[in-house]
């Protein structure tokens, strides 16, 4: 079973909407702050809010989400990029 997985930053207004659509949706995630690991600060410091999907030790980036999505299609979407 996929993982999910938001990597986000303190302060970050797309990372907290994003993060109550995920809630919303009563969604399991992973939250990690950018800001807190450098190996993730110098991945995607300019990028968040990121979500992965990890499996086992394969992790793949999901493509950026619009802001302007609604919960209910963000599910779909995910679903769609594999999350089951």
């Known amino acids: 079973m996929a993982e999910l997985v938001l990597i986000t930053r303190e302060g970050c207004c797309l990372c ?14 992973t939250r990690l702050d950018v800001d807190a690991d450098p ?8 990028e968040v809010p990121v979500l992965l999907l990890r499996e086992g030790a ?3 980036v999901l493509p950026r ?3 302007r999505l609604p919960a209910h299609q963000l599910g779909s979407w995910l679903q769609e990029q594999g999350l089951s």
Do not use: C, I, T
């Open 39 to 46: 190996v993730l600060k110098a991945r995607f410091d300019f």
């Open 58 to 60: 394969a992790e793949r």
């Open 16 to 29: 907290d909407g994003l993060e109550e659509k995920l809630a919303a949706l009563a969604l399991a995630y």
């Open 65 to 67: 989400v619009s802001p």
